[in-house]
């Protein structure tokens, strides 16, 4: 009963057994009060804690934003890795589009120096933060732009791909958040993981790390969104959900704990 019960709860977060997700959803008031904390309240983060942090740093200063918000999206957009080009043609560390970059004077082949494609993202960020003057919508413009300006006529709805955005990015910040108060070095993209599941959509994420959690203690999980094309040749979004280790024997030891734990082989 135990492992049909852990079947059908994996049956649900993965959409098998699914409910239709709106066309809008309502903006999470906690979350834009979190996020908005990190505007109000000056939070130090320990030097060398985050991959390219210098320059960070200096985006973060020249635009007047806080380092976490900040960090937190180039967490979620690329892990930190300057090579990132997605299927869309976004490039680097912050995922900037060609014809955005072209604003700030940079070109595609700019968005490959990790200084440069700070600067042109950050930038960007503050030109939408100097629109809405709220982080949670800002999230929301970086990734749908024109889509988002109808919330400053004082409406709370948002389409529901721009808010899983922020929903997502947040899930960064809160990383970005714990390595900065436990002054722990994380270098997001050298930590091995390996990946133990994906998902379309970041409730049936959550709803999965919670099971795992629950089922087995001590897992160093992780999330992060890759961009794909179906067989149609859409965009598409992949969650996947990344479970960090030291080495080979970790990992084994992990494997084993997780099958032992749900019934199930989730390591490739």
């Not at 595609?108 to 990790?114: F, Q």
């Amino acid at each position: 009963m135990k492992l049909l019960s852990f079947f059908v709860s994996i049956l649900l977060v993965a959409g098998i057994i699914s409910t239709a997700h709106s066309v809008s959803s309502s903006v999470d008031e906690s979350i834009r009060q979190d996020i908005s904390l990190c505007f109000s309240e000056h939070m130090e983060i320990p030097d060398k804690t985050f991959k390219y942090q210098h320059e960070f740093e200096a985006a973060a200063e020249k635009y007047d934003l806080p380092l976490p918000f900040i960090l937190s999206v180039s967490r979620g957009e690329s892990f930190f890795d300057s090579a990132a080009v997605s299927s869309a043609g976004a490039i680097g560390l912050m995922q900037v589009m060609p014809g955005t970059a072209i604003r700030y004077g940079y070109s595609a082949n700019d968005l490959k120096n990790p200084k440069k494609n700070i600067d042109a993202g950050v930038h960007y960020l503050k030109d939408l933060y100097d629109e809405f003057q709220d982080p949670y919508l800002t999230l929301a413009g970086y990734y749908c732009g024109e889509n988002t300006r109808s919330l400053k006529n004082g409406s709370n709805k948002i389409r529901s791909d721009c808010d899983e955005y922020v929903r997502y990015i947040y899930t960064h910040f809160e990383q970005v958040m714990k390595f900065a108060k436990t002054g722990t070095k994380e270098y997001a993209s050298a930590i091995p993981n390996f990946e133990l599941a994906d998902f379309r959509h970041i409730s049936e994420v959550k709803n999965f790390m919670a099971l795992i959690r629950d089922k087995v203690d001590g897992l160093k999980l992780d999330m992060f969104r890759e961009e794909t094309k179906d067989t149609n040749g859409i965009i598409i979004f992949k969650y996947k959900v990344l479970v960090s280790f030291k080495n080979g024997k970790e990992k084994s030891t992990i494997c084993s704990k997780i099958e032992k734990e749900t019934g199930f082989k989730f390591c490739k």
